[in-house]
């Protein structure tokens, strides 16, 4: 696991922009994991810019996105397909995407359609994350037990509080979602968690003590042969 600390945020988007630059360069049909949060929204508008600048073309990639409330509709303003099309999708030339469908009438088929699609697409090559305050990564909330491939989930009270600011009192808020397993995600050939911001300090603290804990769902990144944590000073502690 490598660790990268730059000063500020920006300069983490750009660091991150800059792999996936370099990653479409290198191959332009890539395979793309995303994630939503607001973590990598500024990646995303650099990512946008790049692409008006002519500097990217995603028309050959294709994207799988970790996970979406269960259920939702995709129209729904705090939907992550809504977030995805809204922050990147709409915005550039992506070939492809997916997310998991949190309108699907039966979860347990969707899940398992979703690993079959992204196994069929040849795996991920390049996952970005970020994480919960609880370590959560996607929506793999911690547990003393973990499902390897795409599940439906409780959220945890932690992972409501924290995305409780996104739904008024007119929108009640899912209390499930769908998410890639770690299996999934550690099958990734290559893997970026973006860690931003003085709230997150401490559970970058725990990540950094270096053991795999059941109850930091990132710390089984310690396993992954290729993953870049992206830290801004913030994060690391001040
Ligand atoms: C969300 C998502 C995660 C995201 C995390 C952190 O609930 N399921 O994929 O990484 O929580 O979000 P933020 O970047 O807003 O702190």
Redesign the pocket.
Known sequence: MKKVVLDTYEEVCRAVADIYTEQLTKKPDSILGL??????VGLYEELVRRHRAGELDFSKARSFN??EYYPISKSHPQS?DYFMRENLFDKINIGQYALPNGEAGDPEAECAGYDAAIEAAGGIDLML?????NG????NEPSVSYSLGTYLVDLTES?LK??SRFFGPDTPQPTR?L?MGLGSILNSRRIVL?I??A??APIAGRLFEGKVHSDVPASFLLLHPDTTIFLDKEANGG
């Open positions: 994630a939503t949060g607001s973590t990598p970790l996970d992550y994350l970020g994480i919960g305050h959560h990564i996607g929506f992972s924290a995305n979602a998410t973006m931003c911001g709230s997150k």
